[in-house]
């Protein structure tokens, strides 16, 4: 396939690319930005980030949130909006061009206020992201991630209920650790290309449900026992370790389903890959 | 007192209410107090500027940029730098502080920051501008009004948050403020108590307070937020109005009348649902109402001709996708020359092949796509070409697919003119573009059978078997077309050279035998 004119295309592009990359070194700046809690009402927090580091922690000293940020001034700039109830944070970028060379790797480090009850919209692309939601009072989480390597955990109990949380996962590889903590009634995760982990230990406060939509890749849940665990399957070319988990029609549960005190659903719809179920104490 | 005016007397009392609380918050060992409480900062520094941006509570803000040699507060410059030098390190060193501090401490920081030792000349004479500027830029602002009564509140800085926290609240306080006269007597966030002898000869204003009232206001009293009790024996000459305020008793009297703001804007509230829930249920009953008569197939005067009209529509809807995709065959013709030849040639000698190869291509397609985007991204050189091969690859899949059938509509045009079938005598094999056209009629002829059927009534089997036989025609083609560029290259490579030789071309063109004698130099026919 790769013949003649599949190599000049190629190399144009890459010219392309090379053109637009800046010749100067490359610039970092480091801004930190911050903000008290004037009000307690919900607020509504969207953070997008492209490329680099991407940690999420919480932070409990009167602040709405804190970020540091070191990025690339040429290419980026910060973007710290509050207007009303909504809190818009990240980068964005400030011309078109790749930078191919000498590419040193940008962070952004957030912390949010536990004080203030949050929708939190995360929208990250390549970056390896280190988010830890614990503490926070979440109403509402749409997490989306392009080629990323991520980490979500939920370290303590979320003070307000989620109705659905969603994550929605591209070519990643992604690991979601105690999502019992999230207070969600409903959790979706829609998965691309990649190795997905999902957590499913962590304290859950009432039965509830969990839709996997995946396309390819390979799928681990992680599931506490005494926990009890119910899978409906709807799958193309996808095996199961079904390992502790009992055929009842189109379902598989655990043995304890019956009599277990909190019960999750999941809901799996994958075409190809591989689903293993690993039960943790 | 008219709208505007309480509109306008509202900052004033917010500012008296403000300040009057900072004044008696102030306290010589007390010194964090006296500046502005800081709500939001932002610290910046690359390697050519480091900038410090503020906003407070009032609304105010304060932005020090030192920038190419520049000094610039609020946008103004007020002198000039050296980078590198010792103000520019002095900067970068309070930013340094300031990225761990936040409110109070923040500001008591800038307010103490002064310039370095050993500064001379213009230099010095910068860094006094710029220790000036910060201090005047976080120094609290001094009470100024005259109206300003009696107050008391522990903390300035709630009292400020209170009052300009939300548009909602803003709004109510309006409204309970409405006939307040100025000069009122103002309690914030404290317990108040009028005693059973004391007599308010003014209005009492309270924001957010513990408030007993044992003896005589012979004013307004505007409460907002806080509890308030009117005990045995008090009383209000003028009226009593409450925002998000709780009456805890009411066993005085009110002179004129008890006004409950968040009240009427609840009963307001109620009134909106009401009417939006009627309006909600009307829309549905219409909707509902609508849907039964369309499943029922109510009486309508167009009910006889819905077939026909449907019909109709299905033929004009092939027609124009055969005029598009001709207008398509002609640029392809136009742009692609021989290519085309070579493409509808692998098409008409190995039809099976160019299908097998166009169904495993369909197949293939989202995987190669998904896993070419992820091998090019493992690369940094690929990841330019990646982003380009996202949008790319799918439109090159639909382009390439879109040319095969095309070519096969040409072959099936130049079989449709070889047949002896009536009303074919119209495509001429020595136009391509009237032999495309042809063929894509041919091909689409299963889809305008169907739509006329359709119009017919009982014939719904009949139109439904037509339409599966034109969608397995259409798929069929776009295979075999999507195998025939693949196989050649998009026509840069044949894929059957041909087997004719001129001899053999022309007694094929001309459905003759040719024998031909190179020695007599005669041929026979």
Sequence with gaps: MFDGGWRVGVTVLAAVGMLHAPIAAQSMRTVTTSRQITSRDEVRVSVAYGAGRFTVRSLDDGLLYRMNLTYDEDIYEPVAEFSGNRLVLGVDSRRGGVRLRGHREGELALELGRGVPMRLDLDFGAVQADIDLGGLQLTALELTTGASESTIDVSSPNRARIGTARFEVGAAEFTARRLGNLNADRIEVDAGVGSITLGLDGSWQRDARVSIDMGLGALELRVPRGLGLQIRKDSFLTSLDSEGLVKRGDTYE????????RKVTVDLDAAFGSVKVVWVR | MPVSHIRSALPGLVLSL????????LTPHDAVAQVREVVSKQVSVGRASASLSLEFADGGRLEVTFEDGAVLVDGESIGSYQPGADLDAAWRSLLGQAVALDDGPLAQALRDWSAPEGLTGSPAEVAGRLDRALEDGVRAAQASGSQTAATGSGDAGSLVRFLLGSGERLRRIEEALAGIAPGARVHGFEDVVIGPDEVVGTDLVLVQSSTRIEGAVEGDVAAIGGTLELLEGSSIGGSLRLADATLLRNEGSIGERLVEVEADARELEAELRAELSDEIRRELRRELRNEMR??????????PFRPVIRGVGGVLENLVAIFVLALIGAAVIAFGGEKVDVIAEAARRAPGRAAVVGMAATVLLIPVWLLGFIALLVSIIGIPVAIAWLPLFPLAACVAAIVGYLAVARNTGEWLADSDYPWTQWIRKSNPLVTTVGGLVGLMLLFVAANVVSMAPFLGVV???????????????????????????????????SAYTADEAWEAAMKVEVDVDDTRGETDV
Excluded at chain 2, 18 to 25: D, E, F, M, S, Y
Excluded at chain 2, 469 to 495: K, P, Q, S
């Design chain 2, 463 to 497: 139109t439904g078997l037509f339409m599966a036989a034109g969608i397995v025609v259409t798929v069929l083609a776009v295979e075999i077309g999507l195998g025939a560029v693949i196989l050649t290259r998009a026509g840069r490579r044949r894929e059957h050279w």
């Design chain 2, 18 to 25: 403000a300040a009057g609380a900072t004044l008696v918050a």
């Design chain 2, 294 to 303: 369309s499943e029922s197939g109510g009486f309508s005067l167009f009910a």
């Design chain 1, 254 to 261: 655990s043995l304890d389903w019956a009599e277990a005190q």
